[in-house]
């Protein structure tokens, strides 16, 4: 199961562009920060923010081996992922946001050249 996840990842990987490939590595860190600038501009007008928190639940029954190497009816247990809101400090997640938008500035400035030398059509004479 495991390896097919994983090759089927690397064949939607190969779909891509190699400038497609360049553009996203060299804009990652700024993308990263695009969303937890949209996240904490939500979270302002909001009120309050949401936190993911496992919750155990038990999905039903599985087929288990028994110390003797017979085979046993066990529970399946997983986690589930709840969203739960919680409060917010306006004050800090305005400073936070202010950060954010200082290494947006700064990550822009940043990621120029690299997207730059990504889209420059390849195998021209220079």
Known sequence: MVRALVLSCLCLAACASPE???LRRATA???TVNALIAETEVNIARGYA???EPSPVQIGFDICTGGGGGF???TGDTN???RR???IDAAEEGRKLASLRAKQAELQTATAGP?????????TPG
Not at 115 to 123: E, K, L, S, Y
Request: hydrophobic share 50%; glycine share 4%.
């Open 50 to 52: 949401y936190v993911l």
């Open 29 to 31: 860190d700024l993308r």
């Open 20 to 22: 497609d490939r360049c």
């Open 72 to 74: 046993l009816f066990c």
């Open 85 to 87: 809101a919680v409060a």
């Open 80 to 82: 589930r992922v709840q």
């Open 115 to 123: 997207v730059q030398a990504c889209q420059a059509p390849v195998g």
